[in-house]
């Protein structure tokens, strides 16, 4: 059976692996069908989609952006979308300001509590356009500020705790609306670690075209709720690891495998939104 991971990060955002090795842990795994979803970035894509055509392996560009409803951060995945499209990239480039001015916040307040972290020690580590928490975390553990990640995450960088700074979002609606003018799918993902599920009737509304039902911190339980309520609102049923490379442990890349059935339905769903488009 052919088999899909449509939710993968790289070091174009805060995921370990570079395209090509991303592209090598998914032959390792046996998958016939990646996309790549960087948080606030599609910079990743040609890479990737270059080194998965060396190995004939089936790429679809994608996006994880960062976005908000009624004070509620969730994550929109955009699918198939024109890695060029001039709006997309310039709302991004939006994003991406917003994450580099919040670690300079982090840090600072960081400091103020006395720990002497550098931006420059943060920037130099993210070493991408869309750098983020984990990579506040990364640069803490590497100078020797804190014992580990999650130690950095529990003192300083969740939600509540002294480092932790809220970032301006664009509303889910809106995000939308800005993967399907790219030419893309919009998916919500993992809708199990957002708990809220009362979203969801609005997003549909907007025209969310699918869900992530299988994620690798979903339990059977939650998949099984999602694809109800996929099946309920004729959304698309996807599925991904959020692989982040070694950042957390062992690679998770490969552990959610997504029959390839729902990439068929997904390029089926395409096809029929740009036909109407063009109508
Ligand atoms: P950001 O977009 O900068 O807010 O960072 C979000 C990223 O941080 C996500 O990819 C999460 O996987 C990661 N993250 C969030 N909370 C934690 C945590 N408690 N421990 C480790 N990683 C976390
Ligand atoms: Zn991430
Ligand atoms: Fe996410
Ligand atoms: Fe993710």
């Given amino acids: 059976m052919k088999i899909a991971d449509l939710h993968l990060h790289t070091n174009f955002s805060d995921g370990t692996f570079t395209p090509e090795e991303l592209v090598f842990h998914a032959q390792k795994n046996g998958l016939a069908c990646i996309a790549v979803t960087d948080h606030d970035s599609v910079e990743g894509c040609a890479r990737t989609a270059m080194a998965c055509e ?16 009624d004070d509620t951060e969730l ?43 550098k931006a420059e020690a943060v920037f130099a580590l993210a070493n991408c ?34 480092a932790w700074v809220p970032k301006s979002k664009i509303s889910a609606l809106e995000a939308i609306e800005l993967v399907h003018q790219a030419g893309g799918l919009a998916v919500m993902a993992h809708p199990g670690l957002n708990r809220t599920d009362d979203v969801i009737p609005a997003l549909v509304e907007a025209g969310m075209d699918g869900i992530e039902c299988f994620h690798t911190k979903h339990s059977t339980a939650m998949s099984e709720r999602y694809l109800e309520i996929a ?18 442990g062992k690679p998770l890349i490969g552990t959610v495998r997504l029959p390839y059935e729902h990439v068929e339905k997904m390029k089926q769903r395409r096809h029929r939104t740009q036909s109407a488009a063009a109508r």
């Fill in 75 to 117: 994550h929109v995945l955009g699918y198939f979308l024109d890695a060029q499209n001039q709006r997309l990239l310039s709302e991004i480039a939006r994003f991406q300001v917003v994450r580099q001015k919040r670690i300079h916040e982090m840090v600072a307040r960081i400091n103020e509590m006395g720990v002497p972290l």
């Fill in 129 to 162: 356009q869309s750098p983020g928490r984990p990579h506040v975390a990364r640069a803490m553990v590497k100078e020797g500020l804190v014992k580990s990640l999650d130690d950095a995450f529990e003192r300083f960088l969740k939600k509540g705790r002294p």
């Fill in 231 to 248: 099946d309920k609102y004729h959304l698309l049923v996807t599925g991904g690891s959020d692989c982040h490379g070694f950042s957390k």
């Fill in 54 to 69: 060396a190995v004939r392996m089936e790429f679809l560009p994608g996006v994880e952006l960062t976005a908000s409803l």
